[in-house]
């Protein structure tokens, strides 16, 4: 069964930095093209940042610059650099396969991120 765990959330002031994690098991990440998600209140999810087997990455125009999406396959594990968070960044992050190239696996719980002016 496949489960993902999130984890790295927490509250930190605009200009700070996380990073968040993503424990996958019963999928392999170094095989799959994943992706960070965040879904804010009142919005729809967005996908934030992607990563493909091959290390291509792409980002949403609204992180560019400051997040980087990163894998280590030996842990099956995807992490999410955030730098220079601002307020806008305050969402439940997700991470979960890119629907572009797969069929979602299972949601996990997220992890929440509160930047504070």
């Known amino acids: 069964q496949v489960q993902l765990v999130e984890s790295g959330g927490g509250l930190v002031q605009a200009g700070g930095s996380l990073t968040l994690s993503c424990a996958a098991s019963g999928i392999r990440v170094s095989v799959k093209a994943m992706a960070w998600y965040r879904q804010a209140p009142g919005k729809q999810r967005e996908m934030v940042a992607s990563?493909?087997?091959?290390?291509?990455?792409n980002y949403a125009d609204s992180v560019r610059g400051r997040f980087t999406i990163s894998r280590d396959n030996a842990k099956n594990s995807m992490y999410l650099q955030m730098n220079s968070l601002k307020p806008e960044d305050t969402a439940v992050y997700y991470c979960n396969t890119d629907r572009r190239y797969h069929d979602y696996v299972n949601w996990g719980q997220g992890t929440q991120v509160t930047v504070s002016s």
């Open positions: 990563r493909t087997s091959f290390g291509t990455t």
